[in-house]
């Protein structure tokens, strides 16, 4: 479980710092504007990944980019909620009852498999994508070093992590309090949708 707190604490640090270093210091507000366009702001029921515009935690503070009133909305939120769209972009609530506002999925479904895995007595769930989700994938993350990608399912984020040059697009952990009964449930719910 060790490793599992220590994620959670620094994920939010280096997001935080993923977002001032992207937007440096003249940004305003309306640079950290979503896009538009396209939108798939609702949540699908299938296993997604979904870049993190922003996130948050109680206590845990923001950059100045993220726009006052999109943290003042997001603080409001109590989780668990109902998927919501906001600006374009959807909102969900973590397990941990982080609430995370995310763009577009870059991909979603293509799951080959999903097994829940022991690690040093921590269990989490590896989803493998199917060739084809995964080539999306990677595609994507070379433009997406330091970013936030969340993996959602169901109307829920499952867990985030930040891409980095031992990101594997093939295989996703999903990290979490898991038990070996809880870890088996969720492989086989997302293996089967």
Known sequence: MGAVRL?????????????????GS?????????????????????????????????????????????????SHQSCPM??????????????????????????????DTAEAKELQHDWFVQVTLDPSTASTLAAATPSLAGTDLAYSFQGSVLTSAIVDSSFDSGKLAIIGDFDKARATHLAHEIATS
């Not at 994620?7 to 937007?23: D, K, N, Q």
């Not at 870049?51 to 003042?72: I, T």
């Not at 959807?90 to 995310?102: I, N, P, R």
């Open 82 to 111: 109902k998927p919501a769209t906001v600006q374009g972009m959807l909102m969900e609530c973590g397990a941990d009852k982080t609430v995370y506002l995310m763009k577009d999925p870059i991909t979603t479904g293509g799951v």
């Open 7 to 23: 994620l959670r604490t620094l994920a939010p640090l280096a997001l935080i710092a993923t977002l001032v270093t992207a937007c």
């Open 26 to 74: 003249g940004s305003s507000s309306s640079a950290a504007a979503p896009p538009t366009g396209g939108s798939s702001a609702s949540a699908s029921g299938q296993f997604e990944v979904r870049p993190v515009f922003a996130r948050y935690s109680p206590g845990v503070q923001f950059g100045p980019q993220v726009p006052k009133e999109l943290v003042d909305q997001m």
